[in-house]
């Protein structure tokens, strides 16, 4: 790997020349007149392309949810379901269990506890 001999005399000048630059004093009002300058050359015209697929951009949200906000409110109320009151026999007749008997379903086990 080659070393520079003088990279101290390179960075000292370095530094030297960084430490003798002083400050530059603006005129006033510097800022507004260039930003003017800058607003009369890019003169975009009122109706320009952007401009109008934003508007239209904003024309298609705002009747999307005026749409769904007139879905919402026109939908009737959904009603609860009666609930029927099914027994265990009912269960079964409808799943076909293939159990012959069906007393441990219900319940009806006679316990013997004499």
Not at 5 to 26: M, P, R, Y
Not at 33 to 46: C, G, L
Not at 89 to 101: K, P, R, W
Request: net charge negative.
């Amino acid at each position: 790997m080659e070393t520079n001999q003088n990279i101290e005399k390179a960075i000292e000048s370095t530094l030297g020349a960084a430490k003798n630059i002083n400050s530059v004093d603006v005129p006033a009002f510097y800022a507004d007149r260039t930003m003017q300058r800058i607003s009369a050359v890019k003169n975009e015209p009122f109706l320009s392309a952007s401009v109008l697929l934003k508007a239209a951009a904003v024309l298609v949200l705002v009747c999307l949810n005026a749409y769904t906000i007139k879905y919402v409110f026109e939908t009737p109320a959904q009603q609860t379901p009666v609930v029927a009151t099914a027994t265990i026999d009912d269960l079964v007749n409808d799943y076909q269990v293939a159990d012959i008997s069906n007393d441990w379903l219900n319940n009806n086990k006679t316990t013997s506890h004499e």
